[in-house]
């Protein structure tokens, strides 16, 4: 395979570096000749784009890397198209992780009333983006990394791209449970299921067994350190669910917190200030310790596993998120799920997925509906609709909260809504 061509919308992301490692190092399992990073922030394209080349070169890898503002250009003749990008900025998400608050609801950016913010600001963006691509460039695959990545990659599959959602959670735990069983990662399959940022590891399979119950026994404190929830939850449910189930099983808890201290955005926003500085520095050819603080881990590994398999045909194994088509059979077909699936040139097809329990398929079916609501308002428009969403929502679902959160939204996002 060679000749590939990709193009990294939000190119000019502080993350983007960890990307490119991902490609240089992973040059035999995706062959890159070509790298476009695009996006309207030629000031930080600038830096990003040349500590990418010093990347490539210093690692050897024969790939060309350019940078453009041009949309149009970057994705002719790609064959995928990556999307990362955050509407409105740091500046943004700092206030989905504030005005909630004030009502006594989570403040985060890809769930809760900050999560819908944030849908309704990216969902226009990413399918005005998707229209470009397809009419530019019908043949190229578009994965999503941008949050919230389950209505955001419903919202592409349902206008008919060719599309599918990357997460880094599952591989999160993948490395991290290797670590921990002293095994290779590849010898770590998951059974991972759920929505974006609303799933569970239901069993851990080394060489066929389920050693997950021996991970929770031996390593109990370690898991539930990293989930920052309490050991005994996780004993309780006997599965390890994602970081971002403490929102819902510890919901008060988190509110108290987030009050005390300074936003996950303030945080990012000064990290980004000193990796942009340091990106400056033409003596810099690797990705920088700090940006391990960043967040994202192993994404690149991830994006560069998924895409390699979509151009390759090769229908291995992956967690996507991609149309549930019936693998979970209480949601409807066209919600999108994030489980285990065959990934070959076609896109991704769910694995079949063994009963879940109520008390996990319960609040997966009610943020389906959410989900559901929240994409007819980032479509459609509309007080209304963004009312619905969120009294929907299984953080929210009061009335009296979701008038107040309906209009906090509207204010502090009508530049990015053009029917507001």
């Not at 959602?165 to 095994?183: M, S």
């Not at 329990?357 to 428009?381: D, M, Q, R, S, W």
Request: aromatic share 6%; net charge negative.
């Amino acid at each position: 395979m060679t000749g590939i061509k990709l193009a990294v919308v939000g190119g000019g992301s502080t993350y983007t570096p960890e990307l490119i490692d991902g490609f240089a190092r992973l040059r035999d399992v995706l062959p890159v000749d070509e790298l476009v990073l695009v996006d309207p922030a030629a000031d930080r394209l600038e830096l990003v784009g040349g500590l990418a080349r010093r990347i490539f070169a210093k690692q050897g890898h024969p790939g060309r890397i350019t940078w453009t503002g041009d949309l149009d250009a970057a994705v002719d003749g790609a064959d995928a198209v990556l999307l990362q990008l955050r509407v409105g900025g740091q500046a943004a998400r700092n206030e989905d992780e504030t005005w909630p608050l004030e009502c006594g609801c989570v403040g985060q950016e890809t769930t809760g009333a900050g999560g819908l913010a944030k849908a309704l600001r990216t969902v226009p963006v990413v399918l005005d983006i998707a229209e470009r691509v397809r009419r530019r460039n019908p043949d190229a695959w578009i994965v999503d990394f941008t949050n919230p990545v389950g209505i955001v990659t419903r919202a592409l599959l349902t206008a008919g791209h060719k599309a599918v959602g990357l997460c880094n959670v599952a591989i999160g735990f993948q490395r991290k449970f290797a670590r921990l069983l002293d095994v290779a990662p590849r010898d770590v399959q998951l059974e991972h299921v759920g929505l974006n940022h609303l799933t569970w590891e239901r069993a851990v399979r080394v060489g066929g067994e389920d050693v997950l119950p021996k991970l929770i026994a031996e390593h109990g404190d370690a898991i539930a350190a990293d989930l920052h929830m309490p050991r005994a939850l996780v004993e309780r449910l006997g599965v390890v669910p994602s970081y971002y189930l403490r929102y819902y099983y510890q919901h008060d808890e988190v509110v108290r917190e987030l009050r005390t201290k300074p936003s996950r955005a303030a945080e990012v926003a000064a990290m980004e200030r000193e990796l942009l500085r340091m990106y400056g520095d033409p003596a810099l050819d690797e990705k920088p310790e700090l940006l391990g603080k960043r967040g994202g881990a192993f994404y690149s590994e991830a994006a560069v596993a998924l895409t390699s398999s979509l151009l390759r045909g090769t229908g291995d194994t992956q967690v996507v998120n991609a149309l549930n088509n019936g693998t979970l059979p209480f949601l409807p077909d066209d919600a999108v799920i994030e489980v285990p699936a065959t990934v070959d040139a076609r896109g991704a097809v769910p694995l079949p997925v063994r009963p879940l329990e109520p008390l996990y398929a319960g609040l997966i079916a009610n943020v389906t509906a959410y989900e559901h609501l929240a994409l007819e308002a980032a479509l459609k428009g509309g007080r209304n609709r963004v009312f619905e969403a969120l009294l929907a929502h299984p953080l929210i679902g009061q009335f009296d909260y979701a008038e107040r959160l309906t209009d906090e939204l509207l204010a502090h996002n009508r530049e990015h809504l053009t029917w507001a």
